[in-house]
C-alpha cells in the first residue's frame, strides 16, 4: 500500500512536469471554504458488521491553477480540514439498546491534483482530483452498547470495544469527481463526491494485536465555495 501512495505522488509529479513544458501558463490562486459530509466505515481483519458512521467534514481550500493543455486545466490543490472517522456497529436481531458507536476526529490534509474540462471562467467545469491525504486523530468519542459484534477470536480478550486509537497519524489516497460552476467576476462554486481509502492503521497489526487491519474508508460527498485572489490575463 505503501507503494500505492508513493507511486501515485510520482504520477502526479510527472503529470505535472510533462504539461509545464507544452501548456498555457497560468497563474490563477483562489480560495474558500468547504463543507460536506463523510460516511465512514472501517476495514477490520477480522471483520465486524457495520453501517455507515456518518459525520460532518468541514475546511479550508487553496487551489493554484498552473496549465491549460489544449481543453485539460491543471491546478494543485490543498486543504485543510476537520472531519469524524470512526464506525457505527449492526446489532444482532435479539440485541436491545443502543448500537456502540466510536467517533474519532481528525484535523486532515489532502494534497491534490485537479484536472479540469470545460470553461475556465463563467460556466460550468467538470473536474477529478485525485492525490495522497494525511491526517492527524485529535481526539475521540464513544457510545456504548452491548458487546453484541466481538469477532469469536477475541471472546474473552481484547476487542475493537477496549482499544483507544493507538495511531494517530494517518495517511492514503483519497479521489473523486466534481462540477466547478464559476462567474466571470471569479467566484467559484463546487459540488463533489470523493471517496478516501486509508492505507495506515489506528490500531496496532502485530500478531499479539486483535486486528491485522483496522483503517478508514471514506465516501465524502461536500460543497465548496472559492473566490479568485489572483487571476490570469486571458
Known sequence: MKRILLFSAYLIFCMSSLLAQVGQPRTDFAVGVNAGIAMNRMSFKPSIRQKFKIGPVVGLTARYTCEKYFNLICAFQGELNYAQGGWTEVPQAEA??????????????????????????????????????????????????????????????????????????????????GMDVSTKTGHHFILEGRYYYGLSDIFGSTKKDPFSRSANSTIIAKVSYLFDVKRTNL
Not at 485537479?114 to 467538470?126: A, P, S, Y
Not at 486523530?137 to 452491548?146: H, K, L, Q
Not at 476487542?159 to 479521489?175: A, M, N, P, R
Request: aromatic share 10%; hydrophobic share 35%; charged share 15%.
Open 96 to 177: 436491545t439498546g443502543p448500537a456502540y458507536r466510536r467517533t474519532i476526529h481528525y484535523m486532515q490534509m489532502p494534497l491534490l491534483a485537479n484536472l479540469g474540462f470545460g470553461r475556465e471562467r463563467g460556466g460550468v467545469k467538470g473536474f477529478l482530483v485525485i492525490g495522497p491525504q494525511i491526517a492527524f486523530c485529535i481526539g475521540e468519542s464513544t457510545r456504548d452498547g452491548a458487546r453484541y459484534n466481538v469477532p469469536q477470536a477475541l471472546v474473552g480478550g481484547l476487542s475493537q470495544h477496549d482499544l483507544s486509537v493507538q495511531k494517530k497519524f494517518e495517511y492514503g489516497i483519497t479521489g473523486g469527481l
